[in-house]
């Protein structure tokens, strides 16, 4: 099951890069990773809702993201005892708190994407 605080699972602490910028990396540095992110901010989603908001993802892939993601801490995966199965992922406490880098990022790729439209 995912680990809520902020020691991550997946990573030994011993294997951490030095530099907290390639540590941000390691974690979250995929792109489907910030892809799930920014869908998880909305609030908790099913696996079928995940794929179909994030365009070109194999299942596959965001299958590994997905339990990458719940090992590092940064959101849950509740089952539910249903017929048929529900399953929900939703952001940690940790996972939400990478919401101001989300924002700057997308802040920064409308600044980008504005620039190059002006060069047309």
Do not use: H
Request: hydrophobic share 40%; net charge positive; charged share 25%.
């Amino acid at each position: 099951m995912a680990s809520t605080g902020t020691k991550t699972t997946r990573i030994a602490a011993s294997d951490l890069p030095a530099c907290p910028v390639e540590t941000s990396l390691a974690v979250i540095g995929k792109k489907w990773k910030v892809l799930i992110l920014r869908e998880l901010r909305r609030g908790p989603l099913r696996f079928g809702e995940l794929k179909a908001n994030i365009d070109g993802v194999s299942q596959k892939m965001l299958t590994t993201n997905l339990r990458e993601m719940a090992d590092d801490g940064l959101l849950t995966r509740t089952a539910y005892p249903e017929v048929p199965p529900r399953v929900v992922y939703e952001l940690t406490e940790l996972g939400a708190s990478l919401s101001p880098v989300l924002n700057a990022l997308a802040e920064w790729g409308e600044g980008y994407q504005e620039l190059r439209a002006g060069r047309g």
